[in-house]
């Protein structure tokens, strides 16, 4: 049972805080090395202060961001380069069509994405070496790199007003800001302890606690917020999906989100992978990455105890991706193993 649990468990979005030695203020930048420019490229950054902002197509506040960083890259000409770097796009990191699709989502936005823009590779290996080594799980997430390549600041992009022009002229108090990240993070680790632990009730106690005292971090705790729900209170799971199902108008990376949590979660009730099935049904309707859906609806059937339906979910994620032009082929195997594992129950 537990090698398909780790298979259903690869359809979600991953991105644990690691235990120690976390990046933080004060830090060397770590290396760009690896992103695929897809608007400009930020080229040598010694001796320019650069902005690295981190972002999603699916990401709601991450689309909200966008015109702001334009305004900042415009009142900024000449003294910050700033990026948007695309990471986490895809639950599967051998879908190797990710990286066009965010493309023409940012030929699609044309001058309003008017900032150079790049795409993490298939290995996470920019969301590791940044976001993974500073303990950030959320996104949008944005990093101010000083003049000497080290990090001046991170935080959401709302806070790049206050803090841009203080780090150009040089006022900006860079140990102070250590200081503040290091009880930020500390606020931040027991919440992850919590999850680990599966102590929920703690979890949303503490992660109400941080939204108390720093309401712009709200949103980058929906993932936890929906998880843990799902765990303890299914109604207020219910009508956060509503919320966030009108939130981003429907759209399929809030159910990518959402239904992963019951593809993945083995300890879930009844009522809850019923409830997620039926999400997964209504994502299916949309006719948008049918495989990635059909097989989470298998990892569902399995938690409910029916194998039958599951290898049958499983059969039919096969078929679709094997007619699916985006659905890459390591992938394609993927999901025959699937069929595979839920036939044989190893």
Not at 81 to 87: H, S
Not at 238 to 249: A, F, G, V
Request: net charge neutral; charged share 25%; aromatic share 10%.
């Amino acid at each position: 049972m537990k090698k398909w649990i780790l298979l259903a468990a690869a359809l979600t979005l991953g991105s644990a805080a690691q235990a120690d030695g976390y990046l933080t203020i004060g830090d060397a930048a770590p290396s760009l090395s690896g992103v695929t420019w897809l608007k400009g490229k930020l080229g040598p950054t010694t001796g320019k202060v650069y902005v690295v902002e981190f972002w999603a197509t699916w990401c709601g506040p991450c689309k909200e961001n966008i015109p702001n960083l334009t305004k900042l890259a415009k009142q900024y000409a000449g003294q910050v380069e700033i990026a948007g770097i695309d990471i986490w796009e895809t639950t599967d990191k051998r879908d190797t069509t990710y990286q066009s699709r965010v493309a023409d989502f940012v030929k699609k936005q044309g001058g309003k994405m008017d900032y150079i823009v790049g795409v993490d590779n298939m290995s996470s290996q920019i969301a590791n070496g940044w976001m993974k080594s500073a303990g950030e799980g959320g996104i949008p997430m944005s990093f101010v790199i000083g003049k000497d390549g080290k990090i001046a600041w991170m935080g959401h992009a709302q806070g790049l007003e206050e803090v841009l022009p203080k780090v150009l002229d040089g006022s900006f108090n860079v140990q102070s800001a250590r200081e503040k990240r290091a009880t930020e993070v500390e606020a931040i680790r027991p919440v992850k302890e919590a999850l680990d632990d599966k102590q929920y009730a703690k979890a949303l106690t503490l992660i109400d606690q941080i939204v108390a005292k720093r309401p712009n971090m709200s949103r980058y705790y929906d993932y936890d917020r929906y998880s843990i729900f799902a765990h303890i209170d299914l109604p207020q799971a219910k009508t956060m999906s509503e919320k966030l199902i009108k939130d981003t108008n429907g759209e399929i990376g809030i159910y990518q989100m959402m239904s992963s949590v019951y593809a993945s979660q083995a300890d879930l009730s009844p009522e809850a992978y019923a409830f997620g099935m039926s999400l997964i049904q209504e994502a299916l309707a949309k006719k948008d990455r049918e495989y990635l859906f059909l097989s989470m609806a298998g990892a569902v059937s399995m938690f409910q105890h029916d194998r039958p339906k599951a290898i049958d979910y499983a059969k039919q994620a096969v078929a679709a991706a094997e007619k699916d032009s985006h659905a890459p082929a390591p992938f394609v195997e993927f999901l025959k193993r699937n069929v595979t594992t839920y036939e044989t129950g190893k």
